[in-house]
Nanobody
Framework: QVQLVESGGGLVQAGGSLRLSCAASGRTSGIYTMGWFRQAPGKEREFVAAVSGSGRNTFYADSVRGRFTISRDNAKNTVYLQMNSLKPEDTAAYYC????????????????WGQGTQVTVSS
C-alpha cells in the first residue's frame, strides 16, 4: 500500500500564490510518475500537472501552464505544486495521485490518491 498526504491548501486572494506538497509513504519503492488533479463541486476531477519519475519531464493543463510548476524531491518522497497568479477559477480540492499504466492525463489511470487539500481563491 502507498499513502499520499497533501498539504498546503488554504484561502488566498486572486493573484496570490500557494505551494502544495504531497508526501508519499508506505511501499514507495520504484519511481513513478506523479500528478496533481483538482475537483470543484459538481465537476469531474480534472488534470492539472504531472511529473515523470526522474523529474525531467513535466506535463501541464493549458489552464495552468505558465502559472503552476510541478516538481519532486525523490529523496523526500515528496511532490510539489507551486501555484502563482491564482485565479478564482482555480478554486477546488486538489488531489495528488500516483500514475499507473496509461496516460498521465486521465484520473482513471492513477492507482493511488491522497485525501485532497482545499484551495480557495477569492476575487
Amino acid at each position: 500500500q502507498v499513502q499520499l498526504v497533501e498539504s498546503g491548501g488554504g484561502l488566498v486572494q486572486a493573484g496570490g500564490s500557494l505551494r502544495l506538497s504531497c508526501a508519499a509513504s508506505g511501499r514507495t519503492s520504484g519511481i513513478y510518475t506523479m500528478g496533481w488533479f483538482r475537483q470543484a463541486p459538481g465537476k469531474e476531477r480534472e488534470f492539472v500537472a504531472a511529473v515523470s519519475g526522474s523529474g525531467r519531464n513535466t506535463f501541464y493543463a493549458d489552464s495552468v501552464r505558465g502559472r503552476f510548476t510541478i516538481s519532486r524531491d525523490n529523496a523526500k518522497n515528496t511532490v510539489y505544486l507551486q501555484m502563482n497568479s491564482l485565479k478564482p477559477e482555480d478554486t477546488a480540492a486538489y488531489y495528488c495521485g500516483r500514475a499507473g499504466s496509461g496516460s498521465v492525463y486521465y484520473a482513471r489511470d492513477y492507482d493511488y490518491w491522497g485525501q485532497g487539500t482545499q484551495v480557495t481563491v477569492s476575487s
